[in-house]
Nanobody
Framework: QVQLAESGGGLVQAGGSLRLSCAASGRTYSINAMKWFRQAPGKEREFVASITRSGSTPVYADSVKGRFTISRDDAKNTVTLQMNSLKPEDTAVYYC??????????WGQGTQVTVAS
């Protein structure tokens, strides 16, 4: 089992920045990919960004490319999402997700990000 705890959400004005963090605990040695998803009211959960343990090039949704940066610290078992130039359409609950080498998925509880226009 892997447990995830997100932090860093909040209210910000359009054009501002926020930094989300997710700390993993439990069987962290089994983690391969670490990802962020988001879900806006009335919409389906959507992929935001991912990064693998191998350090390969991170992958981003087109809607956040050039504005968001995902990074991970395997020594601390954390993944971070730096969000710059935020837009009102970035308003959503952001979820941390990890996928293990055994293809199991784990989710955090989510953290609210609200961008005011």
């Amino acid at each position: 089992q892997v447990q995830l705890a997100e932090s860093g959400g909040g209210l910000v004005q359009a054009g501002g920045s926020l930094r989300l963090s997710c700390a993993a605990s439990g069987r962290t040695y089994s983690i391969n990919a670490m990802k962020w998803f988001r879900q806006a009211p009335g919409k389906e959960r959507e992929f935001v960004a991912s990064i693998t343990r191998s350090g390969s090039t991170p992958v981003y949704a087109d809607s956040v490319k050039g504005r968001f940066t995902i990074s991970r610290d395997d020594a601390k078992n954390t993944v971070t999402l730096q969000m710059n130039s935020l837009k009102p359409e970035d308003t959503a609950v952001y979820y941390c997700n990890v996928r293990t080498f055994g293809a199991n998925n784990y989710w955090g509880q989510g953290t609210q990000v609200t961008v005011a226009s």
